[in-house]
């Protein structure tokens, strides 16, 4: 089956501790998204990718890093310098660039040892 | 500035009653999307509609339906005769064409509740 898979489902960063979460999918799409969620909070866009080898940086990208060398893969790094890491990541891809739906993985929950 | 606004944080119902999630949305554009994603305990976001702003007619789709207002900005969503499944949470979320591609704005989402 088609979809995207995100890894770990569950995240416990030390301080001062670079962390990657994990984004794959097989839907043959070419953007891809992560997006942060906080308690009682939408989702806010970090970074997305419309093609391999690019990608740009959304609302909330301080702090954190991505790549996209292949068209399947892209991993979010949380950085040491993202102070306040504690959230749900959601990653997302889409056949093109929105507005065409977007369709999301499990989730990460990242917190803070 | 785009901008979607949720206003009910909460609602429960009983099971086998309708239900209504309210959703306005701001926009200077004329050309733009909407969207409903639902988000169950699980996690992930479903898809449940794209639509366009030069297409006004409501839609639907089994239980659920969706009234597009332009002149009140509105994007509601029905659901009718709710049951347990339906719990989660909802969100409605604006696409403008030309803005920041990639940039889905979501509101803060509808925690629906939907007790036996």
Not at chain 2, 98 to 111: C, P, R, V, Y
């Amino acid at each position: 089956d088609g979809g995207i898979t995100q890894s770990p489902k569950y995240l416990f960063r030390k301080e001062g501790q670079n962390v990657t979460l994990s984004c794959e999918q097989n839907l043959n799409h070419d953007a891809m998204y992560w997006y942060r969620q906080d308690p009682g909070q939408g989702l806010r866009l970090i970074y997305y990718s419309q093609i391999v080898n690019d990608f740009q940086k959304g609302d909330i990208a301080e702090g954190y890093s991505v790549s996209r060398e292949k068209k399947e893969s892209f991993p979010l790094t949380v950085t040491s310098a993202q102070k306040n890491p504690t959230a749900f990541y959601l990653c997302a891809s889409s056949v093109d660039r929105v507005p065409q739906p977007q369709h999301f993985g499990d989730g990460t929950r990242l917190s803070i040892l | 500035a785009q901008k979607v606004t949720q206003a009910q944080t909460e609602i429960s119902v009983v099971e086998k009653e309708d239900v209504t999630l309210d959703c306005v949305y701001e926009t200077r554009d004329t050309t733009y999307y909407l969207f409903w994603y639902k988000q169950p305990p699980s996690g992930e976001l479903v898809f449940l509609i794209r639509r366009n702003s030069f297409d006004e007619q409501n839609e639907i789709s089994g239980r659920y339906s969706w009234n597009f207002q332009k002149s009140t900005s509105s994007f509601n969503f029905t659901i009718t005769a709710s049951q347990v499944v339906d719990s989660a949470v909802y969100f409605c979320a604006l696409s403008v064409r030309g803005g920041s591609q990639g940039n889905l704005i979501f509101g803060k989402g509808t925690k629906l509740s939907v007790k036996p």
